[in-house]
């Protein structure tokens, strides 16, 4: 089982900054995956970026340019940093980690940008 442990979000004004961390535990070797979605209320989860264990990244076409997706060092931990975030980005994030076909989900934790 792996465990992920989301932390950050909040409340932001238009045109501010947050920064999101997910860490995962438990049984992590094998993950080759890591990133974050989003769920906005009435709307399906969808993807905001990205990570394979070699590096390569990817990103929704709404947040290219705005969001950066890293990882630490241990590759066990993801960073999202959202900048000139607006009112569209306002969504429960959830992280996931995908581990032999199987995907491992957070709790979500909701960032909110309103002014």
């Known amino acids: 089982q792996v465990q992920l442990v989301e932390s950050g979000g909040g409340l932001v004004q238009p045109g501010g900054s947050l920064s999101l961390s997910c860490a995962a535990s438990?049984?992590?070797?094998?993950?080759?995956?890591m990133g974050w979605y989003r769920q906005a209320p009435g709307k399906e989860r969808e993807l905001v970026a990205s990570?394979?264990?070699?590096?390569?990244?990817n990103y929704a076409d709404s947040v290219k340019g705005r969001f950066i997706l890293s990882r630490g060092n241990a590759k066990n931990t993801v960073y999202l940093q959202m900048n000139s975030l607006n009112v569209e980005d306002t969504a429960v994030y959830y992280c996931?980690?995908?581990?032999?076909?199987?995907?491992?989900w957070g709790k979500g934790t909701l960032v909110a940008v309103s002014s």
């Open positions: 996931k980690a995908r581990k032999y076909g199987i995907d491992y």
């Open positions: 438990g049984s992590i070797f094998g993950i080759n995956a």
């Open positions: 990570i394979t264990s070699g590096g390569t990244t």
